[in-house]
Structures are given as structure tokens and as C-alpha cells.
């Protein structure tokens, strides 16, 4: 399943022979990244009870009314009927389920890997359609947490309150059957075999990439596809600039890469709404552009 990130070669026991690099494990979870011992010199384990700070989060009561923010029970919301249907819809449009609707039909069958995984919201989408998924992320607090919540060892999150407290929420999903594995790993060195995955989704990674980051990631995912691939991509509306109106990713130059990639553009939406529950009592909701492509 795993290659060394260096190398692509086997590795034996997480040993890779070629880079003479045994690759450590952070709680059962392999550090697959070019340098993993300096990598592990910055990240230690992660404790979801506590702040970056390492304050501790307490839970706090939201019922309650405060002076701050007015709280209404839900039978007292305003035009409720009106805005549980915007919402409704809004979520029928998530930019995660439109790409893994897109992957689920035009991608071959074979494993998907989610590049940048996040908490696994599209890796789990990937498996519920009965896929073997590969969840990769640079970040240990990402993998550790979506190995907890997409496994079942972990079936309800901290979300935070107006009040800078946190509220417990249960999942609404349960844990899932289809094949999981996770690694931490740099996406510009994937521990995969070349042309060895059917679809590969990038989901919000290239906004947060520096031009010469973002060309590796690219030509480095669209290695992994085997022939007929799917590479689905997620990205925001660029808000950086001065001009108006905002201008949709991927950009100019991101096309160009496709192109000189080969891709095929199957299938492309704008202004799609990606909306997340920011607080207690607030959402968050920023414009996305989706797109998925085919490697020939």
C-alpha cells in the first residue's frame, strides 16, 4: 500500500532499504514524510480537551440567555420555515458531495485517496460508496482525528461557542465498513505507487499553497492516477486582490498546469455554497468553484 516518500520504494516494516529510513508511527498512524525525524522534532501528540494554547476547553451551557447575544429556543426563530429550506438547500449543494458524487460515477474502480483530508469529511463520503480510501494530511492533528471520527472511536466533536467555550455535538454518521488508511504525509511526496489510485480528490489544499508548492502537488497527485483517472478539485474564490468581482480558483495558472498535464475537464460548477457551522448559533459560507478532471 505505502511507498517511501523519497524513494517510491517498498518499504519492510515501515523500513525503506533505498533511504535507510525506518518511518515512525504517531499513535499507530505512519509519519510518512521525506524528513520524519525533523518532522517529529515540531509536532508532538495532540490533545482535542485543549486549546493550541493549551488552555483547556470547558464545555458551557448555550441555553441560558446572556447579555451578549440574545438567544431565541428554535420554535422562536423568526421565519424558521424559510431558513431551515435555505439551509436545506445550501447543503444539498456542499461542494464535498457534488465532487464525490462526481468521482463516485466517472472514477474506474480502484482506491481513492484524499489529498489534504481534513477531519475526513470527503473521505468518508468516498468510503460510504463502498471505495477503499486512503486519507492523507500533513497535519497529525487532521489524520488523528479523522481516524478517530470515520472509525467510530470517536463519535462526537467540540464545537465552539459565541462564549469561547465549546459545545458537545454527536456525529450523524456512524462508523464506516470500507477499507481506511491513514498516513501523514507531505501531498508534493506522496507515500503511493504511481498510477496506482482511480481518483484522487484535492479539496481546499491549493488555496493555502505557494505557487511553487502548488505546481508539485499538482504534477505529484496526478501521478498517482491510473489511466481513465479522476481528479476532482475543490477550491475558493480568490479574495486577495482588489478587483471586483472576486475572481474564481482555480486560476490562469492552475489551468495551464492542467493542460500541460493533459487533463480533461469533465465536469466544472461555480458559486457553489460551502457552508459550516462556525459557532454555537453562527455559519460560516464562502463561494467554491468545483471541477473534475480525467487523466487520459
Known amino acids: 500500500m505505502f511507498v517511501c516518500p523519497k524513494t517510491r ?19 499507530g498512524v505512519p509519519v510518512l514524510v521525506p524528513d520524519p525525524h525533523r518532522f517529529l522534532l515540531r509536532h ?25 447575544t440574545p438567544f431565541f429556543s428554535p420554535a422562536e426563530v423568526p421565519v424558521r420555515g424559510v431558513l431551515e429550506q435555505w439551509f436545506d438547500g445550501l447543503g444539498h449543494q456542499d461542494p464535498d458531495r457534488i ?7 466517472m472514477a474506474p474502480p480502484g ?28 497535519s497529525p492533528e487532521s489524520v488523528l482525528l ?11 466533536a467540540l464545537v465552539r461557542t459565541h462564549r469561547l467555550g465549546a459545545e458537545t ?42 505557487p511553487d508548492q502548488l505546481v508539485a502537488v499538482l504534477v505529484a497527485t496526478v501521478g498517482l492516477l491510473t489511466t481513465g483517472g479522476i481528479l476532482t478539485v475543490t477550491t475558493a474564490y480568490d479574495a486577495d486582490g482588489p478587483s471586483q468581482p472576486l475572481e474564481p480558483r ?24 460551502h457552508v459550516r457551522r462556525e459557532y454555537d448559533r453562527s455559519y ?3 463561494l467554491t468553484h468545483c471541477l473534475a478532471l480525467q487523466r487520459p
Not at 45 to 66: I, Y
Not at 122 to 138: K, P, T
Open 9 to 27: 520504494s517498498p518499504l519492510e516494516g515501515w523500513y525503506s532499504n533505498e533511504a535507510d529510513t525506518l518511518y515512525p508511527q504517531l499513535d
Open 44 to 68: 508532538g501528540l495532540w490533545d482535542p480537551t485543549r486549546w493550541v494554547a493549551g488552555a483547556e476547553r470547558r464545555p458551557l451551557g448555550v441555553d441560558a440567555p446572556d447579555a451578549v
Open 99 to 105: 465532487t464525490a458524487t462526481w468521482g463516485n460515477s
Open 111 to 138: 482506491v481513492a485517496v484524499d489529498v489534504g483530508c481534513g477531519v475526513g469529511n470527503v473521505s468518508r463520503l468516498m468510503a460510504e460508496a463502498g471505495r477503499e480510501v486512503i486519507a492523507l494530511d500533513l
Open 146 to 156: 479523522a481516524r478517530a471520527l470515520l472509525t467510530g472511536a470517536q463519535d462526537q
Open 169 to 210: 455535538m454527536r456525529l450523524p454518521f456512524g462508523p464506516l465498513t470500507s477499507p481506511l488508511h491513514f498516513a501523514i504525509a507531505d501531498a508534493a511526496h506522496p507515500p503511493l505507487p504511481k498510477r496506482s489510485v482511480a481518483w484522487a480528490h484535492l479539496g481546499f489544499l491549493l488555496d493555502v499553497l505557494p
Open 250 to 273: 482555480p486560476e490562469p495558472e492552475i489551468r495551464e498546469v492542467f493542460r500541460e498535464l493533459g487533463l480533461k475537464v469533465l465536469q466544472e460548477a461555480d458559486d457553489v455554497p
Open 284 to 286: 460560516r459560507i464562502r
